[in-house]
């Protein structure tokens, strides 16, 4: 049993740190680097210690790192923020679900009977972006199967929960808000990057986010993202930015003014 699971454990070792989806300039990107080595040899190690795999989930904070652990941190936080405003929670990209589905458990935990869910969007294609970002992001990097995180969030019985909706999110809004106009969102968490996806997701999220409720940003004031930055800079000027002292990204969130 225990050379099985040395066999399985060793399976998943990397040969050296996985390949970035996006291009660094050398600003934001270069203050941590010299942590990305020993950080992918430490799971490397990790990998072959013949952990069960259910370990890995039932005793995560022994293995994540702690700046994973930080951004997971920071959607506690800005989701703490938001209890008892009324509204949905939102995520744009999805990517494999961690943080729409580190919503839902919150939501689960601290709003056992509340009506709040978490709304997923994505197309599932990955990224593709236009001539004016395509030097900063990889084709069809951040991809994940619509298919497979249907069939996680059912295995843990979040169906009810968190909602998955396939869509550009580039152009589609105005259509599904037509379907679904009664939605309002207390949190909105953009997790995209590119500008049209940014710009077009503000556009439509931020009049149905409540007021007090956050928008929450992934890539703000990072070289990879400038997409980002400058669709806030557009739509959203004058309005002040937070940050978190912990994390890395998210990089930002706004907490929407209060009406008069």
Same mark, same amino acid.
């Given at each position: 049993?225990?050379?099985a699971k040395n066999?399985?454990?060793s399976?998943? @070792?990397?040969s @050296?740190? +996985?390949?970035r989806?996006?291009r660094?300039?050398?600003f934001?990107?270069? %203050?941590?680097?010299?942590?990305r080595?020993? &950080?992918?040899?430490?799971v ?5 210690m013949?952990y069960?795999p259910?370990? !890995? ?5 022994a293995?994540t790192g702690?700046?994973?652990? *930080?951004?997971?941190?920071?959607? &506690?936080?800005? &989701? %703490? /923020?938001?209890? *008892? ?9 999805v990517?494999k679900?961690?943080?729409?589905l ?5 939501t689960?935990?601290?709003?056992p009977?509340s009506?709040?869910?978490?709304? #997923?969007f $994505?197309?599932f294609?990955g990224?593709h972006?236009?001539?004016?970002e %395509?030097?900063?992001v990889d $084709?069809?990097s951040y991809f994940?199967s619509?298919?497979r995180l249907?069939a996680?969030?059912k295995?843990? @019985?979040?169906?009810n =929960?968190?909602?998955l ?7 589609d809004?105005?259509a599904?808000?037509? /379907?679904y106009?009664h ?5 909105v968490?953009?997790?995209c *990057? ?11 999220f931020?009049e ?9 940003? $992934? ?6 993202a400038?997409g980002e930055?400058?669709? =806030?800079?557009? !739509?959203?000027?004058?309005? /002040?930015?937070r940050?978190f002292?912990?994390? @890395?990204?998210p990089?930002g969130?706004? =907490?929407? +003014?209060m009406v #008069?």
């Amino acid at each position: 049993m225990t050379q099985a699971k040395n066999s399985h454990a060793s399976a998943g @070792q990397l040969s @050296q740190a +996985p390949e970035r989806g996006y291009r660094r300039i050398g600003f934001e990107t270069r %203050k941590f680097e010299q942590r990305r080595e020993p &950080y992918w040899q430490g799971v490397n190690e990790i990998l072959g210690m013949g952990y069960d795999p259910a370990d !890995l989930i039932h005793h995560f904070p022994a293995f994540t790192g702690h700046v994973a652990l *930080g951004r997971f941190l920071a959607l &506690y936080e800005v &989701y %703490k /923020q938001t209890l *008892g405003l009324m509204g949905h929670i939102a995520e744009a990209g999805v990517f494999k679900g961690s943080s729409m589905l580190m919503f839902a458990k919150l939501t689960k935990l601290f709003e056992p009977e509340s009506l709040t869910q978490v709304h #997923g969007f $994505d197309w599932f294609k990955g990224n593709h972006p236009d001539d004016n970002e %395509k030097h900063l992001v990889d $084709d069809n990097s951040y991809f994940e199967s619509k298919e497979r995180l249907e069939a996680l969030i059912k295995a843990q @019985q979040l169906d009810n =929960v968190a909602m998955l909706h396939e869509l550009d999110l580039s152009k589609d809004l105005p259509a599904f808000f037509d /379907q679904y106009a009664h939605l309002q969102f207390k949190l909105v968490f953009l997790d995209c *990057g590119l500008y049209k996806v940014v710009h077009h997701c503000i556009e439509h999220f931020w009049e149905r986010l409540t007021p007090g409720g956050i928008l929450l940003l $992934d890539n703000i004031n990072h070289e990879t993202a400038p997409g980002e930055t400058q669709a =806030v800079r557009e !739509l959203l000027p004058g309005l /002040q930015i937070r940050t978190f002292p912990f994390t @890395q990204q998210p990089t930002g969130y706004i =907490v929407k +003014p209060m009406v #008069g």
